[in-house]
């Protein structure tokens, strides 16, 4: 009899390439679908360009454009011309900016039940909203799947969370990943794909389980998915792509590593304060508390039903004088939508500043919020300093909340005189006119020309990992640093496609002064090491936080835990992700002092372990476990390296 099969199960099964999930740590799997963003495709592509590869192999690929649009100089429409020539040339379809969101529009028109996505960005498991096993990654991983390449998870170990009863009014998604991030926290999740599952689910519409998995990625786990049923079916018909549509359910005494129920009906509006997704409080115990800004959009919480909610809250009402309240949708399709049932109109009239369908506040690309702001925002990370504004508290919350508050000007509970809900839409209107060589998708355009302006610099390569290296611990920095401490986005992220100038800005928010160390250590011939508490390079797949680094000589990190793709980025760029051996020997080390990494390569091509001498006599033990593979890319100087 055949063993009964989970949802992860299934879609791996029928993807794997490498590897046996019963005895392996790694597999390689076989990816279907690629998308990529403006701000990691250019890298992901000018990847891609030095593979030598005539066209895309996968079934399709999307490069869009919704986080670079803000267009202050040359910088970003010199890079959207090089992301459009490049698609038409080899046959990735290319969403133009305004488009909207990359997620929620894959979503809309592309995301397939039972299929693998790999994308550029770490919200990408949003396509687990609809039943596929969709992965955020590094462009260079994206870069190889283009091209037809496998992609390695570690086996994942699968957590069931079970959903039953029925969320309250006022009560939505948001809140649920909430809960499961209270929970479960953003660290000591690497390895794990939760699995929602349960009665609850068939109470969920489609945007809704896009939220949940969306928000996985503060979890910090592989992805998160829900199973394919008649409410996808619905969505996919409703989209115009009923043939779209596979039925995807756990069998029957199907297992999971774990389990964890929650019961719908008694989940409260929820909201994560300062400074991290995982800070979650209630929204009643915070009840009352000035709110200078509320900002409502992002790729979590943009879709049609999320944004006709707001309007049914602000109808016929005004937001409160001393708060700004700032909406981006999540895609033309959407506008569309509100501008026919008259939402738009209400929420003009009502005081919301409407925004372009793009990343925006969500990067720090707009609306940073005055000093000592309290901002409620439906977006997924509030690092501090992210929005733009270094003393501004960013919450996190569902659109209820944040509709609910924009009319008083005070955290309000949205649950007091909650809105009907939304109805899945029967039809949603189709417009493809901005997706362009959708026609030639797969096959490209012979002889197009690659347009590069000057804001397009050559990706850097790494070398060869030597026996031994001189080397100075060039930072020391705490648990839960993100990739926004180490590669600044916001005001910054217009060097995306030039890394000398990008790497500038290595760890500003922690130490301006890191670039100019470690060019003085590079200079006098030694290596930089990285000192970094718990889960280092929590938040996006950026790989410019493992490249910029590589260009400045950093040849390994010593952590004490390091999170999955940023993990996978310092491999494919060369930079050993050391972990203590004993968490207290962090306490040792002292920035700035100067050691030898004794016998590294050694160290990698063995058994992964490595002890460094300190200059007061005591010494730490660092451990690096590798695949085969991992080891190769190391070795090798990291991937591109490794291909030439
Ligand atoms: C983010 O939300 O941090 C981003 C910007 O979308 C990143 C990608 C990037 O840094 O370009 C992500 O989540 O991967
Ligand atoms: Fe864009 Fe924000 Fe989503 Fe990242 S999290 S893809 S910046 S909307």
Request: proline share 5%; charged share 20%; net charge positive.
């Amino acid at each position: 009899m055949k063993k009964p099969m989970n949802v992860v199960e299934k879609i791996l099964a029928a993807h794997l390439v490498e590897g046996d999930p019963a005895t392996d740590a790694e597999l390689g799997i076989r990816i279907d679908q690629t998308l990529t963003q403006d701000a990691t495709g250019t890298m992901a592509y000018l990847q891609f360009e030095s593979m030598n590869v005539p066209r895309v192999k996968t079934d399709v690929s999307v490069s869009y454009v919704d986080h670079n649009t803000v267009q202050i100089g040359f910088e970003n429409a010199d890079d959207h011309d090089f992301l459009q020539s490049i698609a038409k040339k080899y046959g990735i379809v290319y969403s133009k900016a305004g488009n909207g969101i990359c997620h929620q529009l894959h979503l809309e028109r592309f995301g397939k039940p039972g299929t693998t996505l790999l994308g550029s960005d770490s919200h990408t498991p949003t396509g687990g909203g609809i039943g596929q096993i969709a992965i955020g990654a590094g462009g260079i991983d994206i870069a190889v799947a283009m091209a037809g390449g496998a992609f390695h998870i570690p086996t994942p170990k699968v957590r069931a969370i079970v959903l039953k009863g029925r969320l309250r009014k006022g009560v939505s998604a948001k809140d649920v990943i909430l809960k499961v991030l209270e929970k479960y926290g953003t660290k000591g999740n690497v390895g794990w794909i939760f699995e929602y599952t349960g009665p609850g689910v068939a109470t969920l519409d489609v945007p809704s389980r896009a939220t949940i998995t969306n928000m996985g990625a503060e979890l910090g786990v592989t992805t998160s998915v829900f199973p394919s049923d008649k409410i996808t079916k619905q969505f996919l018909s409703a989209q115009g792509r009923a043939a779209d549509f596979k039925a995807i359910a756990p069998d029957n005494g199907a297992k999971y590593d774990d389990t964890f129920t929650i019961d719908l009906s008694k989940v409260e509006p929820l909201m994560a304060a300062p400074h991290s997704p995982g800070n979650i409080v209630t929204v009643k115990s915070l009840k009352g508390k000035k709110v200078n800004q509320i900002m409502i959009g992002s790729c979590t919480n943009s879709s049609y039903r999320d944004i006709r909610t707001v309007a049914l809250y602000l109808k016929g009402k005004h937001v409160a004088d001393d708060v700004e309240v700032g909406i981006a949708c999540g895609s033309r399709q959407v506008v569309e939508m509100l501008a026919k049932d008259g939402s738009l109109a209400i929420l003009h009239k009502a005081g919301c500043r409407m925004l372009e369908n793009a990343c925006g506040f969500c990067i720090g690309a707009h609306m940073s919020p005055r000093t000592g702001a309290v901002s409620l925002r439906t977006n997924n990370r509030n690092f501090e300093g992210r929005s733009g504004t270094k003393s501004a508290g960013i919450y996190l919350v569902s659109p209820e909340t944040a509709a609910a508050s924009a009319l008083t000007g005070k955290v309000e509970l949205p649950t007091r005189n909650p809105v009907a809900a939304v109805p899945a839409p029967k039809k949603f209107p189709v417009d493809d006119g901005m997706f362009l060589y959708r026609k030639s998708a797969g096959k490209g355009v012979k002889g197009s020309e690659i347009v590069r302006g000057p804001n397009i610099a050559k990706v850097p390569s790494g070398e060869k990992l030597a026996e031994s290296y001189k080397a100075v611990f060039a930072i020391k920095v705490g648990d839960k640093i993100t990739t926004d401490h180490i590669m600044p986005a916001g005001a910054r992220l217009k060097f995306r496609s030039n890394i000398p100038e990008y790497a500038k800005f290595v760890f500003e928010p922690c130490d301006p002064a890191f670039h100019d160390k470690c060019l003085a250590a590079r200079e006098a011939g030694a290596v930089n090491v990285i000192v970094a508490g718990e889960s280092y390079g929590q938040g996006s797949s950026r790989e410019h936080a493992a490249l910029c680094p590589m260009y400045l000589g950093v040849k390994a990190v010593f952590a004490k835990s390091i999170e999955r793709i940023h993990r996978a980025n310092l491999i494919n760029f060369g930079i050993v992700p050391f972990e203590f051996v004993n968490s207290a020997d962090y306490d040792k080390i002292s920035a700035g002092e100067k050691v030898t990494l004794k016998g590294i390569r050694a160290a990698v091509e063995g058994d992964g372990v490595l002890e460094v001498a300190l200059p007061g006599g005591s010494s730490v033990k660092v451990a690096a476990r590798l695949s085969a593979r991992e080891k190769h890319l190391l070795l090798s100087g990291g991937l591109l390296a490794s291909l030439a």
